[in-house]
């Protein structure tokens, strides 16, 4: 195979909509007794589901622990723009997994915390909608021989685990509702801008990175002192300097590529608490 002097890639958020989620998710189905009744889910200890995403969604809670190592930028299009965690540069390539399956960096994002499980909707207007608890049956930690926790009990009630594990979705679509109204108020004050990063690898070779949007810093400053007011008294001017400042993150991140990555220690990172969730970045 012939090296290619340069290459562009793309930021792709899965997980704005459930086929997008699929990207990550080879066969989520809702949990159910009858289905899954003698089930358990050991997680945590593998990321390689999420080998090929170069970007992840994030939501605004987590802005203040993902700005130390990530960058975050906003990815999607129209209605579905949505902040993301920059996770590698090229195309299907996570910089943050190693080839062990463990994850290198210091925080593990909300949506890849969640993972096997995920909410799905009955309706596309989701104040209206109804969500249903899906868990991905491919994933390999799933398992009716005991190894992890048991999603029910032994007299078909949910178990402990599982009620955190609704609880951590609750609290994440809540987040996302909050990230949402985040967004829409930036595009309302019309500060997002197309951007794309070139970057030179140490083999050489040339690189783009494109498909995403950064906050422009002049016209954030030619706000009116109202609009500035409202977005300080909302939190978000504190998000916007977080996402600013992570834009400085890109280099660290390029330089992954090719390098040795000494990767951080294997631990149980199954799905959290509300209040875990809450924790992770009080913004």
């Known amino acids: ?85 920059l996770l ?4 299907n390539e996570n910089l943050y997994v190693t080839e062990s399956g463990a994850w290198s960096g210091s925080y593990v994002p909300a949506f890849l915390r969640r993972y096997p499980f995920v909410f799905s909707s009955d309706n596309a207007n989701e104040s209206d909608a109804t969500f249903t608890l899906c868990v991905d049956e491919e994933f390999a930690g799933c398992n009716d021989e005991g190894r992890g926790e048991r999603l029910f009990d032994a007299d078909g009630e949910r178990t402990q685990y599982l009620q955190n594990v609704l609880g951590f979705l609750q609290a994440y679509q809540v987040q996302f509702q909050r990230t949402k109204l985040f967004v829409q108020r930036l595009q309302d004050l019309d500060l997002l801008e197309s951007m794309q990063a070139q970057f030179t690898l140490r083999t050489g070779q040339r690189s783009t990175l494109s498909g995403f949007s950064v906050i422009n810093r002049d016209r954030l400053k030619a706000l009116p002192p109202e609009k500035l007011a409202e977005l300080m008294q909302a939190d978000e001017l504190e998000l916007i300097y977080q996402h600013l400042a992570s834009l400085r993150n890109l280099t660290p991140i390029a330089e992954r590529i090719g390098a040795p990555v000494d990767a951080a220690a ?9 209040a875990d969730f809450e924790t992770s970045g009080n913004a």
């Open 88 to 91: 590698g540069i090229r195309d």
């Open 266 to 274: 294997a631990t149980e990172t199954a799905p959290a608490s509300p």
């Open 1 to 85: 195979m012939k090296r290619r002097d340069a290459e562009t890639a793309h930021v792709s958020p899965s997980g704005v909509g459930m086929s997008k989620q699929l990207l990550i998710y080879e066969r989520a189905v809702p949990v159910t007794r009858q289905r899954h009744g003698a089930w358990s889910v050991k997680a945590g200890a593998s990321f390689d589901f999420a080998r090929g995403v170069n970007s992840v969604p994030l939501m605004v809670a987590e802005f203040p622990n993902a700005a130390a190592e990530y960058t975050i930028v906003f990815g999607g299009a129209a209605e579905e723009i949505i902040p993301v965690a």
